[in-house]
């Protein structure tokens, strides 16, 4: 059974940082990309970054370009996501989701999904 925890959401003042965190079991994931994807208030689900372990291909969207890093640590399993010069427009609950075979910026694409974790930043 494949399962996914994030972690590390809370509530931060805008300029702030946060470090989430997403740990998985039954799977490795230098066999599959994952992704961090959230949505916000009012809006829709969007991918933010996305990671494929196995060759350290990474992408964002335009949004979080220069503030966010996704990096992984496949001996623990577990995906992070670096989130700098938070904005309140980044204000949304962040889930963490598998893809395959390939890193893809398309939310319908990803499989399996954690439960999410609220990040809050204010202004």
């Known amino acids: 059974e494949v399962k996914l925890v994030e972690s590390g959401g809370g509530l931060v003042q805008a300029g702030r940082s946060l470090r989430l965190s997403c740990g998985a079991s039954g799977l490795s994931f230098d066999d599959y990309a994952i992704g961090w994807l959230r949505q916000g208030p009012g809006k829709e689900r969007e991918v933010v970054s996305c990671?494929?372990?196995?060759?350290?291909?990474?992408a964002y969207s335009d949004s979080v370009k220069g503030r966010f890093t996704i990096s992984s640590d496949s001996a623990k399993n577990t995906v992070y996501l670096q989130m700098n010069s938070l904005k309140p427009e980044d204000t949304g609950v962040y889930y963490c989701a598998t893809d395959y075979p390939f890193c893809s910026m398309r939310v319908l694409n990803y499989q399996h999904w954690g439960k999410g974790t609220r990040v809050t930043v204010s202004s």
């Open positions: 990671i494929m372990s196995s060759d350290g291909f990474t």
